[in-house]
């Protein structure tokens, strides 16, 4: 008797079920992809990095400027 769902073969894996896992294959695509250079979007890649980093951190900062100049 076989089994209705194998856990085995990946070719029964689908992006509604690993979702997580399809999203770290993409980042790893694109990391290969920034370091060989390989594609002429290498520079908005990294743009798109540095900004995802950058905006969230300056947003803490102010937000900590904001609390500490409302509560002095």
Known sequence: MQDEHPTDTPSHE????HPIRV???EVEHAR???DEGESPL???I???AVIAFIVPLAALIMLL????????
């Open 42 to 44: 290498t520079p908005a």
């Open 65 to 72: 400027a904001l609390g500490i100049a409302h509560f002095a």
């Open 32 to 34: 290969h992809v920034v």
């Open 14 to 17: 689908s992006v509604v079920r």
């Open 46 to 48: 990294i743009a798109g």
């Open 23 to 25: 999203t770290v294959e």
